[in-house]
């Protein structure tokens, strides 16, 4: 092979690692977004409640 090819192959592989890092961490992610969406949704149900 080629150097340049054997640059290239690299990059790939580079980029699919950093795609699978990235994958791994949105979906543990998740659950953090869902937990501060509650949460926010919790605090906005009390102002509510205090301003009745």
Sequence with gaps: MTPKKLMMLGAIKLLLIG????????????NTVRGVGQDIEKA????????R
Excluded: M, R
């Excluded at 795609?19 to 998740?30: D, E, K, M, P, Q």
């Excluded at 906005?44 to 301003?51: D, V």
């Design 19 to 30: 795609l699978a890092i990235g994958i791994v961490f949105s979906l543990y992610g998740c």
């Design 44 to 51: 906005g149900e009390a102002i509510q409640k205090s301003t």
